[in-house]
């Protein structure tokens, strides 16, 4: 049976995710998302002086040279939001066990916040790349809308083999092709050729962005199950490997690690913050930390 044809429908997705994410939500954080969305504004407000936890990137450079001493531009705040999600949908994304993959994470992740985003009347949107083609999602806003999100990331097809991902080409596209000031959500397990750090920062000049690193477990640890077959989702490359090697586990582990704190210094020299959501965690968890993350960031 094809995977289309197997999947559960957009409304049932939507229905399992209100009763079993969503309700937990709004209970856990009363309704309020600000720490989450963090709203900004399009309009100027007023100027003050910069406090120890303002946002560099609303420093005035203009007036703190005429000042000699830093201010900050204040906007009032929108009432309308509009978010993007910039979703990875290359084969790497499919690793995972049969119920836990990154791509089942994506999936439910993307619901939830369209769903809690498009409650207040904000506009989502959605670029989906495969590692080849790219589909874009127009923003909009309504269930309707969740719905259409939903279908469409579980239609993409999912690719046996393609080239070595490129996020720096389609995190470029991206900057070129949101011009309003936007809520972004870049999805993604950030396995990838090198270059894409720069259009990173650049996004996050323009934007609020927030990065969603998607990781399995067993892409940190390997379990001792004897010899088997490792093989390249991107590339399709076989390397039979010897688990029992404790050695072997041993610097496996310890290069996931180092891949791991590069990518962290990535995005802390973007100034992004950044959730690790693994495909075994839960995922009303990992929002709740994730707002907590947010919260003491902006104090």
Do not use: C
């Not at 450079?61 to 906007?75: G, L």
């Amino acid at each position: 049976m094809s995977t289309l044809t197997s999947a559960p429908t957009p409304e049932r997705v939507l229905l399992r995710l209100d009763w079993q994410v969503i309700r937990r939500l709004d209970g856990l954080l009363q309704g309020d998302y600000r720490t989450l969305f963090y709203g900004f504004g399009v309009d100027f407000a007023d100027l003050r002086e910069y406090q120890p936890e303002d946002d560099i990137r609303y420093i005035d450079w203009n007036v703190t040279a005429r000042m000699d001493t830093p201010y900050v531009r204040q906007y009032s705040e929108d009432r309308e939001l509009t978010a993007w999600f910039l979703l990875d949908l290359s084969p790497s994304v499919d690793f995972g066990s049969l119920e836990h993959q990154k791509r089942n994470m994506l999936v439910d992740f993307v619901a939830v916040l369209a769903r809690l985003l498009t409650r207040h009347g904000n506009r989502v949107g959605a670029m989906m790349f495969n590692g080849s083609t790219r589909h874009t999602v127009p923003a909009r806003s309504g269930k309707i809308q969740v719905l259409r999100l939903i279908n469409d990331m579980v239609r993409q097809p999912r690719l046996p083999r393609a080239p070595f991902t490129n996020l720096q080409v389609f995190l470029q596209s991206a900057l070129n092709s949101i011009k309003r000031r936007s809520l972004v959500f870049i999805i993604s397990d950030f396995i990838s050729e090198p270059g894409w750090e720069r259009p990173l920062s650049l996004l996050n000049q323009r934007h609020e962005v927030l990065a969603i690193r998607l990781w399995d477990p067993r892409e940190v640890e390997l379990p001792d199950v004897g010899v088997l077959v490792m093989e390249d989702a991107e590339t399709g490359e076989q390397l039979f490997v010897d688990t029992h090697d404790r050695k072997f586990r041993q610097r496996f582990h310890e290069a996931a690690l180092r891949r791991e704190a590069v990518l962290n210094e990535s995005f802390k020299r973007a100034g992004v913050d950044v959730l690790a959501l693994s495909t075994e965690e839960d995922l009303v968890r990992a929002i709740v930390r994730f707002a907590q993350q947010r919260r003491q960031h902006r104090r």
